[in-house]
Structure formats: structure tokens, C-alpha cells
């Protein structure tokens, strides 16, 4: 089974600071990657996701993520954050065939400050 | 619009009271699943369904049931609620191609007491 591990639970930056969040996963196969963001009081939404091609892909709200296969990690990347970034980020992983659970990680919880 | 409907939002019962919460999606999707969260741990997968009648468990079945009769409809029910199963619920659905990510539902916080 695969396995999904975010390397912060919390994160505190100023407005303007750059943002990288870690992102591990444990899987033997091909697998399709996703970061999700969670708002306060509200319900997860889709920032991007990788499951082929450019493993640099970009997502909503000028977030980035880079697909390393061989350091098995999607790591999520925004040049200069906002105070309205504050939000819970969850790294999630499913293999790429058949049908299996999409896995999450534990979550950060980025804090920014104005 | 295209979305998964989950009812009630807040939930408040008694250790021991059936309950069912509702999930709808409108986008005819085959697979569906519902995820507690909970501090700390994340999204737990509970059940999921890969299409009409064909359900599985996920990593935290314990307590919970689940029914998948139409496409579009994949009910949680907790035939005896206890206070460890109060968390906030979520019901996700997804096509066959995966890659386009999982639309998830509003949450419902539910409270046992």
C-alpha cells in the first residue's frame, strides 16, 4: 500500500516569503500525485495535480509543484505567498492503475502573517 | 454546476442513535468514497465504491457502513454511533480517469455525545 509523508505540520511565513512544502510517498509503482488545499471552515480543493508528462506542473493560485521520481517527493513550491494562503495543505498520492485508496498525508498548516 | 452534495452539514446525536449521511454527486462518476478528518491525522479513507453495488474498505471501516444502489447516491450510516467516531466527514467522487483528482463534498461535522 502506499504511503504519503509531509514533512511540516505547521508552517509560519510573512507575507511576500517564498513557500516550499515537503512531500514524500512510499509506493513501488507509477502513481498519480496531487496537492489539495483546505480553507478555513471549508471543504479541500484541487491545486494540481501530476500523473504524466512535464513533472513541473502548475496549479491554481500561482502554486507550483515538481514531480521527482527519483527522490520519490512532490514538493509544493509559490514563489511569494499571501495572507489569504493561510490554509491546511495535504499532499495525496494514488497509484496509477486500477482502483486504490487515495492516500493522504497528515497536513500542513501554513500560517501567514501580514 | 458540477458538485457532491453532502447532508446534513452539523450533526449532534446520542451515543448509540442510528444516523445516515447523505452524499450526491451530479457528475456521473464511477468511483466514490468518504474520508474522516480528524487533528493531526489527516484524511482516513473509510469506504469507497468503484461503481453501482461494488463496494470495499478503506483503512478505518470500524463502525460505519456504507451502500452504493445508484450511481449517484453513497450513503454513510452509522448503525450505533459512539463518541469516538465524532470528526468532520467527507464524501469524494471521481471519474474512471483518475488524474482529474477527486471533487470532494462540503463536510459534515458530526458530534456524538
Known amino acids: 500500500a502506499q504511503s504519503v509523508s509531509q514533512h511540516n505540520h505547521h508552517v509560519i511565513l510573512s507575507e511576500a516569503a517564498s513557500l516550499e512544502l515537503g512531500c514524500n510517498y512510499s509506493?513501488?509503482?507509477?502513481?498519480?500525485l496531487f496537492w489539495y488545499v483546505q480553507y478555513p471552515g471549508q471543504h479541500l480543493q484541487l491545486l494540481l495535480k501530476?500523473?504524466?508528462?512535464?513533472?513541473l506542473v502548475k496549479g491554481i493560485k500561482g502554486f507550483e509543484a515538481e514531480f521527482i521520481k527519483s527522490k520519490f517527493s512532490f514538493n509544493l513550491r509559490k514563489p511569494s505567498v499571501q495572507w489569504s494562503d493561510t490554509a491546511e495543505y495535504f499532499c495525496a498520492v494514488t497509484p496509477n492503475s486500477g482502483y486504490s485508496t487515495l492516500t493522504f498525508g497528515k497536513g500542513t498548516m501554513l500560517l501567514v502573517s501580514p | 454546476e458540477a458538485q457532491v452534495t453532502q447532508n446534513p452539514r452539523y450533526l449532534i446525536t446520542v451515543t448509540g442513535k442510528k444516523l445516515t449521511v447523505t452524499c450526491s454527486q451530479n457528475?456521473?462518476?464511477?468511483?466514490m468514497s468518504w474520508y474522516r478528518q480528524d487533528p493531526g491525522l489527516g484524511l482516513r479513507q473509510i469506504y469507497y465504491?468503484?461503481?453501482?453495488?461494488?463496494?470495499d474498505k478503506g483503512d478505518v471501516p470500524e463502525g460505519y457502513k456504507v451502500s452504493r444502489k445508484e450511481k449517484r447516491n453513497f450513503p454513510l450510516i452509522l448503525e450505533s454511533p459512539s463518541p469516538n467516531q465524532t470528526s468532520l466527514y467527507f464524501c469524494?467522487?471521481?471519474?474512471?480517469?483518475?488524474?482529474?483528482?477527486?471533487?470532494f463534498g462540503s463536510g459534515t461535522r458530526l458530534t456524538v455525545v
Open positions: 509506493y513501488g509503482g507509477t502513481v498519480n
Open positions: 457528475m456521473n462518476h464511477e468511483y
Open positions: 469524494a467522487s471521481s471519474s474512471q480517469d483518475r488524474g482529474r483528482g477527486y471533487t
Open positions: 501530476y500523473f504524466s508528462g512535464d513533472p
Open positions: 465504491s468503484m461503481n453501482v453495488e461494488v463496494t
